[in-house]
């Protein structure tokens, strides 16, 4: 079994060398099972982040759910902090912003409530109030739950900000077209 390990990697190597972004995403989740029942977890997780940035946009959303699932797996919740900062940086706006809330979630669960304050400013501002309520519930929920008046407020501000910016842009759009 072990001897064969070495050349299975090589195959999948070779692949996903050849293999259309469109379709390698299947090829990167069986080759990251394959190192997580034969191989090294960390090889696994490289493997995943990899994939991260092999994919097409339209399904980097779920390989980065995939891999943060598989780091807080294996290695424990505190270890997706990275990745969740790459998944921010790499997604559109709409992604983004529920990996924000996921984000937040998570440091809510550790009690890391200003670090999850902190990710849920930033999301916002990718976060169209008309377009995406859910996140502002959720943020509204948060402060509820965790703030305090001085907090509150300052939700209340950004969101205002946030809803102008975007009402700009979305005019400035319309003069061009």
């Not at 965790?146 to 900000?161: A, I, Q, Y």
Request: aromatic fraction near 12%; proline fraction near 5%; charge should be negative.
């Amino acid at each position: 079994e072990g001897s064969k390990t070495p050349r299975v990697r090589e195959l999948f190597d070779r692949c996903l060398a050849d293999c259309p972004p469109e379709a390698a995403s299947e090829f990167y989740i069986q080759y990251g099972e394959y190192e997580e029942n034969h191989g090294l977890t960390k090889r696994a997780l490289s493997v995943y982040e990899r994939m991260c940035n092999a994919v097409p946009a339209a399904e980097k959303y779920t390989a980065y759910r995939l891999y943060i699932a598989k780091a807080i797996h294996y290695l424990g919740v505190t270890s997706a902090r990275p990745i969740y900062e790459s998944a921010i940086a790499a997604l559109e706006d709409g992604p983004a912003s529920r990996i924000c809330l996921e984000y937040a979630k998570m440091e809510t669960g550790l009690r890391e409530i200003d670090r999850a304050r902190t990710v849920l400013v930033y999301g916002a501002q990718l976060a169209d109030p008309r377009r995406d309520p859910d996140y502002w519930s959720a943020w509204h929920d948060f402060e509820v739950s965790h703030g305090n008046e001085e907090t509150f407020r300052e939700m209340l501000r950004v969101k205002r900000s946030v809803q102008a910016a975007f009402s700009t842009v979305n005019y400035n759009a319309a003069e061009m077209g």
